[in-house]
């Protein structure tokens, strides 16, 4: 099927959900009729926050924990926006391994609260997830410990590309999938799935205006970088794609997006409102791309997967509350 090679692997994919506790599969994938009549297309969601941590990162951190405690390791390390320390920590924690996440201080501060209620070693940088991910890096380097790195370690992929099969487990009635692209693990690795088995289904994902990077070098083939970030969607917030997932997404994606920050936030308000879901920005990023292009998705049926719920309550209040757009 793929033009090119792909990192990941669907037996490694495949055999991943015998090693991943129960307790992050087969999460709830449903029909939402009532987000159809707001956003005018057909609409089915997949809702990745019924877990212990809120989020799909879980189908990760515990491939790594896994064959971290399988070889005998005591410790590791991961720089995180907070759903993948929070994930790291539970791994961990179930396998006796000493956890360290570097975070920014600016980072949501409920996530920062659960990754220390988890049991591990909370670090906070004065700066982005960026200087994050260099403080992590010199821990690893200096304490001789393993450096978990999301989207470029493929276990990070191959957790989340058992989404896919979730996805594609009887006949699809969606013919759109949109993915929230970040570091690009849920996007490259549900897209494997999805376009090895199902390969007319449209794979699109998703950024905010905010932050861009990865999307931009998906459609300039090459890696482009920004200064900055600038969105309240803090779990795809990155400055630095890594060239090789990039090159996965070149494999798996029929189009990636940009979408306004007033987009993510109706978004969320209509998860709300309709379908009785509190989410993350990120969540919604699917939901956005639908409501800024109507349109484009009127005679489709998309799936979006609801990736995360880890919202600092006040914040939240204020951003489904406020009223516009």
Not at 36 to 59: D, M
Not at 113 to 141: F, K
Not at 293 to 314: E, K, Q, Y
């Amino acid at each position: 099927m793929f033009v090119g090679e792909s990192r990941l692997d669907i037996g490694r994919i495949r055999a991943a959900r015998g090693v991943i506790d129960p307790v992050f599969l087969d999460t709830p994938q449903y029909r939402c009729e009532a987000l159809e009549g707001e956003l005018g297309c057909g609409v089915s969601i997949k809702l990745e926050t019924a877990n212990p941590v809120r989020s799909f990162k879980g189908r990760g951190t515990e491939l790594v924990a896994s064959q971290l405690a399988g070889a005998g390791a005591g410790a590791v390390v991961c720089a995180s926006a907070g759903n993948l320390g929070q994930a790291l920590a539970w791994s961990g924690r179930r396998r006796g391994l000493e956890v360290t996440v570097v975070a920014s201080r600016f980072a949501t501060k409920a996530k920062l609260d659960r990754i220390r209620a988890l049991g591990a070693e909370l670090e906070l940088v004065d700066g982005d997830h960026e200087l994050a991910r260099e403080r992590a890096a010199a821990i690893a380097q200096y304490e001789g410990i393993r450096l978990l790195e999301d989207s470029l370690d493929l276990e990070t992929c191959e957790g989340a590309a058992t989404i896919g099969l979730e996805l594609m487990a009887s006949t699809p009635t969606f013919d759109t999938v949109l993915i929230a692209l970040g570091g690009g693990a849920m996007a490259t690795g549900v897209g494997h799935v999805v376009k090895d088995l199902a390969p007319d289904i449209d794979v699109i994902c998703v950024q905010p205006h905010g932050a861009p990077a990865l999307t931009h070098s998906w459609h300039q083939r090459r890696v482009v970088t920004t200064d900055s970030t600038n969105t309240i969607a803090d779990g795809v917030a990155g400055r630095f794609p890594i060239p090789e997932v990039l090159d996965d997404l070149f494999l798996i994606a029929d189009d990636a997006v940009l979408v306004q920050e007033q987009s993510i936030i109706t978004g969320m308000r209509l998860l709300y409102n309709q379908a009785g879901l509190i989410v993350e920005p990120s969540a919604a990023l699917g939901i956005a791309a639908v409501l800024e292009n109507p349109t484009r998705f009127a005679d489709r049926h998309i799936l979006t997967i609801i990736c995360g719920s880890n919202v600092d309550l006040p914040a939240y209040h204020r951003w489904i509350g406020a009223q516009g757009g």
